[in-house]
C-alpha cells in the first residue's frame, strides 16, 4: 500500500478554532496511508503544539507585504496589494522547491490557498482548499483561490452564499463540518474547582463564551447584556475565554474592559485569556453565549453543546443549531434578545436541560472527531488515486 505525503499549510499559525481543527486531524490521521508534514507562515501557538506531537513541521515566511496579519492588508492601498501580489509570485517559486515530492497540499483557510496553491501546483502535488469561515473576501481572491485548488472543502453549505460564483463552488465541494473529541468533551465534570479558582460562589449563575479577541466574536454584545442580565440574576458572572490574535496586542481587550466598566459590570465580566481548560469551564458554565457576527462553524460551540451546557448563539454562529430544540439562536446585535435568551434558560432550568441533552444528542450525531477525520481522508484519496 502506498503511504502519500501530504503537506498541511496553516494560514495564521494560531491556536483558534481552524488551527485546532487542523491538529486534531494531524492526530488522528491515518499514517499507514499518509505521511504528514506541516508549513507554517511564522512561528506561533499551533507551532508548539505541533512539536509536542512530534509531528514534522517548518517556518516559510511569505515575503512583505503577505506576512501583515489583523485585517492589515485588506485595508491596504492599491500599491501595497501590488506589492502583494508579486510576493504571492515569489512565494510560490519558494514553495516549489519545498513541496517537491509533495502528493498534496492542504490549505487551510483561504488565506493560505491564495499564498501557497500555486506553489502546489508547481510542484505536481494536489491542492485541498479548506474553506474554514463564511467567505467574505472579495470575490476576484475567492475565484484565484478556486482556480488553484483541485477540490474545495468548506465546514457548511452557506459558506460561499451571496457570492456569485457561489453555486458552481459548491457543486465541486465536498463539505465536512467540524467535530468534537466526544471523550473530551462530555457530561458530568465537576466545575467546582474551576469556579473556586475564579473567585466564582457556587450557586452564582456563570455564563461561558469563548472565542479570540475579535470584534467579529461579538463579546462586546455579551458586555452590554449584562445589566439586563443582572436585573434578575445580581449574582451572574460572565466568563470570557479566549487570547488576542498574534501579533494584534490587546487592544480589543482593553475596550472589552473598558466597556465593561461604562455599564458598571467589571466585578461581574472576567476575561480569563487563553486557557487550555475548556472542560473544565464548561463544567462551571450554566450555560454558553457566543454573539458573533461572522463565523464559519464555530468548534466551541459543539464543544458546548457536547457537554450538555445549553447555548444562546446568533444565526452566524448557529451552524447545527436548531432554534428551541438544541439551542436558541438570537438576531445579530440585539442586546435585548440576548439578555433575555440568558434570562429565560437561568430562569427555567427545565426548558435548558432538555435543551442541552438535545444539543449532545445531536452533536453525537452529526459531529464526531473520527468521522470527520475519516472523512478527510476520503478525499485526499478520491484525489491521489484519481476517483
Not at 490574535?245 to 473598558?258: K, W
Request: proline content about 6%; overall charge positive.
Amino acid at each position: 500500500m502506498r503511504r502519500w505525503r501530504i503537506a498541511f499549510l496553516d494560514a495564521y499559525a494560531s491556536l483558534d478554532g481552524s488551527g485546532m481543527a487542523l491538529l486534531e486531524i494531524l492526530r488522528r490521521l491515518d499514517r499507514t496511508r499518509f505521511e504528514p508534514q506541516v508549513i507554517l507562515p511564522r512561528e506561533g501557538p499551533l507551532l508548539g503544539a505541533l512539536e509536542r506531537e512530534g509531528l514534522p513541521t517548518r517556518i516559510e515566511p511569505p515575503p512583505s507585504p503577505l506576512d501583515t496579519y489583523g485585517g492589515g492588508l485588506a485595508a491596504a492601498g492599491v500599491l501595497t496589494k501590488l506589492r502583494a501580489g508579486a510576493a504571492v509570485t515569489r512565494y510560490a517559486l519558494r514553495l516549489r522547491r519545498v513541496l517537491r515530492g509533495v502528493d498534496l497540499l492542504h490549505c487551510n483557510q483561504t488565506r493560505a490557498a491564495l499564498m501557497a496553491a500555486w506553489g502546489g501546483r508547481m510542484a505536481g502535488a494536489k491542492v485541498a482548499w479548506n474553506v474554514r469561515i463564511r467567505e467574505r473576501l472579495p470575490e476576484p481572491l475567492v475565484r484565484a483561490a478556486a482556480r488553484s485548488a483541485d477540490v474545495v472543502v468548506p465546514l457548511t453549505r452557506d459558506t460561499f452564499d451571496g457570492l456569485r460564483c457561489g453555486e458552481a463552488l459548491m457543486r465541486r465541494a465536498t463539505v465536512i463540518p467540524n467535530a468534537v473529541d466526544l471523550e473530551r468533551f462530555r457530561p458530568g465534570g465537576d466545575g467546582a474547582a474551576t469556579r473556586a479558582a475564579l473567585g466564582i460562589p457556587l450557586d452564582a449563575p456563570v455564563i461561558l463564551s469563548v472565542g479570540v479577541l475579535v470584534e467579529r466574536k461579538g463579546h462586546d454584545i455579551l458586555i452590554r447584556a449584562m445589566p439586563q442580565v443582572l436585573t434578575r440574576h445580581p449574582d451572574a458572572r460572565l466568563v470570557i475565554a479566549g487570547g488576542s490574535p498574534q501579533g494584534d496586542g490587546d487592544s480589543y481587550r482593553a475596550r472589552l474592559e473598558a466597556l465593561a466598566r461604562e455599564h458598571s459590570v467589571s466585578d461581574r465580566v472576567l476575561l480569563v485569556g487563553r486557557r487550555d481548560d475548556i472542560p473544565n469551564l464548561l463544567a462551571a458554565a450554566d450555560l454558553f453565549a457566543l454573539a458573533s457576527r461572522h463565523e464559519g462553524q464555530p468548534g466551541a460551540v459543539l464543544e458546548a453543546m457536547a457537554t450538555e451546557t445549553p447555548v444562546v448563539v446568533t444565526p452566524a454562529a448557529a451552524s447545527g443549531v436548531r432554534d428551541g430544540e438544541t439551542g436558541m439562536i438570537v438576531p445579530e446585535g440585539d442586546v435585548r434578545a440576548v439578555a433575555a435568551a440568558v434570562d429565560g434558560l437561568l430562569a427555567d432550568r427545565g426548558l435548558a436541560r432538555t435543551i442541552a441533552r438535545a444539543g449532545r444528542a445531536h452533536v453525537e450525531r452529526h459531529h464526531d472527531l473520527d468521522r470527520m477525520v475519516r472523512a478527510y481522508e476520503r478525499v485526499y484519496l478520491e484525489l491521489l488515486e484519481g476517483r
